[in-house]
């Protein structure tokens, strides 16, 4: 049993490079969400999908796209990388979008330069 | 103001004393709390959660909520060196459109 797997685990980017992070859960979960964190800012939602056709903005959405590819699976798109986007990213899954327990993917550590 | 507060720490515990993180939230309507341990370069991961009003105990680990005061706050009994960790409160607030909103962590050092 899986859970939640994101790829890549590390990557470094070049400035103004595009890459896609890649997320996958096999828990038959309705909602999915992508997550940064920082030194002292705990977790930050990007984006969060609660169902398979459908996504919102969270509170740091800006250069940053999302795909909700299908009931399994859920991408996040830098276009343009940029310093600031230097972060560990968390993919997440959870049964419904109403509090329900989240549970996460390992990480990807992302640095852009 | 952020949404959900914890003492960034670190806290200092002795092996076997008792552990004591808290975190406050703004969101009256709050419905739902839970507690996460994140180690050092790894995922967070969920230690337990709490709806109610009053103490939940999990074995070593007991959450208290008080909703009046807004405060949730998670006891660690025993303390082990592998409690050394992060400890992440979330909050699931009407507020933030059904999402989880997440402190910024208690750092918990358990010295031998």
């Known amino acids: 049993n899986a859970g939640v797997t994101q790829t890549p685990k590390f990557q470094v980017l070049k400035t103004g490079q595009s890459m896609t992070l890649q997320c996958a859960q096999d828990?038959?979960?309705?909602?999915m969400y992508w997550y940064r964190q920082d030194p002292g800012m705990g977790l930050r939602l990007i984006y969060y999908?609660?169902?398979?056709?459908?996504?919102d903005k969270g509170e740091v959405p800006n250069g940053y796209n999302v795909s909700r590819l299908n009931k399994r699976e859920f991408s996040l798109r830098l276009e343009s990388a940029a310093p600031s986007q230097t972060s560990v990213y968390f993919c997440a899954s959870s049964d419904t979008d109403r509090g329900n327990t989240i549970y996460f993917g390992e990480g990807s550590w992302l640095t852009v330069v | 103001q952020k949404e959900v507060e914890q003492n960034s720490g670190p806290l200092s515990v002795p092996e076997g004393a008792i552990a004591s993180l808290n975190c406050t939230y703004s969101d009256r309507g709050s419905q739902s709390f839970f507690w996460y341990r994140q180690y050092s370069g790894k995922s967070p991961e969920l230690i337990m959660f709490?709806?109610?009003?009053g103490d939940k105990e999990d074995g070593r680990f007991t959450a208290q909520l008080n909703k009046a005061s807004q405060y949730v706050s998670l006891l660690i009994r025993d303390s082990q060196p592998s409690d050394s960790a992060t400890y992440l409160c979330?909050?699931?607030?009407?507020?933030?459109?059904?999402?989880?909103?997440f402190g910024a962590g208690t750092q918990v050092v358990v010295t031998p």
């Open positions: 999908s609660a169902s398979e056709g459908t996504t």
């Open positions: 709490i709806y109610s009003n």
């Open positions: 979330a909050v699931f607030s009407t507020d933030s459109w059904g999402k989880l909103q």
């Open positions: 828990m038959n979960h309705n909602s």
